[in-house]
């Protein structure tokens, strides 16, 4: 029989705690999980795509069957090279429905093979997005709880650098 191989693509810029919670959905469903990094650098991401990936292999370094890599182009592009069938995305509320069944079918008629399956965040991460994460830390708010630790250094050496001494 052939692998199970799921990708789960996105920005993950940064990744938080309801992408996490979403790869360890994953664990026991795929024989094989690949988090695919988006190289958007045109759209100015905080973190750049190496920064990003290498943020996340950090993360799932004691997970078992789950790989970081990037990509660019089409994804259904990627889903072929990886030989994968089934992208998983996070559906977080009804908000988001719209935006991924226009994502899922489009992805569908540019390959029939592909097909995507939605799976729910813990309800304590159903708010969350990386979005707002970037935002609320950028004015001083507190993000504990919501991204990892290692995303939270991160997060303070880009974006609340002490001044040089002068
Ligand atoms: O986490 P995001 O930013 O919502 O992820 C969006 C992502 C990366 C899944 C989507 O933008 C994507 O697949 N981009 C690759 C280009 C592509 O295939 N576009 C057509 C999608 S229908």
Sequence with gaps: MSKRIAVYPGSFD???NGHLDIIDRCLPIFDEVVVAVLL????KPLFSSEERVAM???LLRDRPHCRVESFSGL?????DQKQ???VVRGLRAVSDFEYEFQMALMNRRLNPRVETVFLMPKEDYSYLSSRLVKEVFSLGGNVEGLVPQTVLDLL???LRQPAPVA
């Design 14 to 16: 940064p990744l938080h």
């Design 40 to 43: 958007n650098e045109g759209k």
């Design 56 to 58: 996340i292999q950090e």
């Design 75 to 79: 994804l259904v592009d990627f889903m």
């Design 84 to 86: 994968a069938r089934t």
């Design 156 to 158: 303070h050496k880009r």
